[in-house]
């Protein structure tokens, strides 16, 4: 997939919305479907296709943000004044495999793999900050050492920083634009030094030198 050439379309446009509001909420485990629009008094829209178009969107941002996936979405979707900007998944690719680069600096849970859950919700009242949020989760037995626990905290603090700036920045915009109240990213990710530079063709001592920090 060329980033440059995808551009993520509006939740509006995906659902074909010509009037009114919807509430969107995409949540893997529903019972009945992943993907759930209810229809405010009066709303128009593309009854037939949007939950196609709608779930077609979530799948080309998964496809584009690996190993994150989305967990859960709740939109309030309107009909915008102003054309949204487009999800910029150059920057956020980036800045979400930084994730990746940062678990590969944990000497003390290499071999392990780390559940890592990140959220943004925006408050119903108006001015109020976006509220960011990261999970960390060391996955196994439970049987974890006080070593890894506390490369688990370090780990958790140092992409907390990254998360922040996303939220404040492309995805934080990206959801305000499209009417996004919550958006849930999970990802598991192998601490493998050995594999991850192999993957980018660096050898294993240069990769530890410039090992994100």
Same mark, same amino acid.
């Given at each position: 997939m060329l980033l440059a050439d995808?551009?993520?379309? !509006?939740l509006y446009k995906a659902a074909g919305l010509k009037r009114g509001e919807l509430r969107i909420t995409y949540d893997p485990t529903l019972h009945h479907g992943s993907l759930r629009i209810k229809a405010g008094e009066g709303a128009v829209y593309?009854?037939?296709?949007?939950?196609?178009?709608?779930?077609? &969107?979530?799948e080309q941002i998964n496809d584009a943000l690996p190993p994150f996936r989305a967990s859960f979405l709740k939109a309030d979707v309107r009909r915008p004044k102003v054309e949204p900007w487009p999800l910029d998944l150059m920057t956020a690719v980036s800045g979400l495999q930084l994730f990746y680069l940062r678990a590969q600096a944990c000497i003390d849970l290499i071999g392990?793999?780390?559940?890592? #859950?990140?959220?943004l919700s925006?408050?119903?009242?108006s001015g109020a900050e976006l509220r960011a949020q990261v999970?960390?989760?060391l996955l196994g037995t439970g049987n974890a050492t006080p070593a890894q626990l $506390? $490369?688990?905290?370090?780990?958790?603090?140092?992409?907390?920083?990254f998360w922040n700036r996303l939220a404040q920045t492309v995805i934080g915009i990206w959801c305000l634009d499209n009417g996004i109240t919550? &958006?849930?990213? =999970? !990802?598991? @990710? =192998? #601490?493998?030094?050995?594999?991850? =530079?192999? $993957? @980018?063709?660096?050898p &294993?001592?240069? !990769?530890?030198?410039?090992?994100?920090h």
């Open positions: 995808v551009t993520v379309p !509006a593309d009854t037939d296709g949007a939950k196609q178009r709608v779930t077609d &969107l979530v392990e793999t780390l559940e890592v #859950v990140v959220s925006v408050p119903k009242n999970d960390c989760y $506390a $490369a688990l905290q370090e780990y958790g603090a140092a992409v907390r920083a919550e &958006l849930r990213l =999970m !990802a598991d @990710i =192998m #601490v493998d030094p050995r594999q991850a =530079m192999a $993957a @980018i063709g660096q &294993l001592e240069e !990769a530890v030198e410039d090992t994100v």
